[in-house]
Nanobody, 125 residues
Framework: QVQLVESGGGLVQAGTSLRLSCAAS????????MGWFRQTPGREREFVAA????????YYADSVKGRFTIARDNAKNTLFLQMTSLQPEDTAVYYC??????????????????WGQGTQVTVSS
């Protein structure tokens, strides 16, 4: 079991940057693919980025590619999401999650078995 706690959200102006962190407890962090999702009221949770446990390869939604960077520090059991050039449409609650082994695709929320409580990111225009 992995427990996840996000931090780093806040209110920022468009064009600026923000870095989210996700602290994980449990011994299985390093061998789990980790992901970031976001959600706005009335909409389904949306894939943002993921990072493979085995290769460290990152994957991004088209909407954030080139602006967001996902990274992990296995020694510190921490996942990061560096967000640059933020836009009002990036406003959402951001969640980190750990993917279940051999279940679904990294961009599919149902493939993830552990979720944090979320952190609000609000981008003003």
């Amino acid at each position: 079991q992995v427990q996840l706690v996000e931090s780093g959200g806040g209110l920022v102006q468009a064009g600026t940057s923000l870095r989210l962190s996700c602290a994980a407890s449990g011994r299985t962090f390093s061998n789990r693919t980790m992901g970031w999702f976001r959600q706005t009221p009335g909409r389904e949770r949306e894939f943002v980025a993921a990072i493979a446990w085995s290769t460290g390869s990152p994957y991004y939604a088209d909407s954030v590619k080139g602006r967001f960077t996902i990274a992990r520090d296995n020694a510190k059991n921490t996942l990061f999401l560096q967000m640059t050039s933020l836009q009002p449409e990036d406003t959402a609650v951001y969640y980190c999650a750990s993917k279940a082994p051999y279940r679904g695709s990294f961009y599919d929320a149902v493939a993830y078995m552990n979720w944090g409580q979320g952190t609000q990111v609000t981008v003003s225009s």
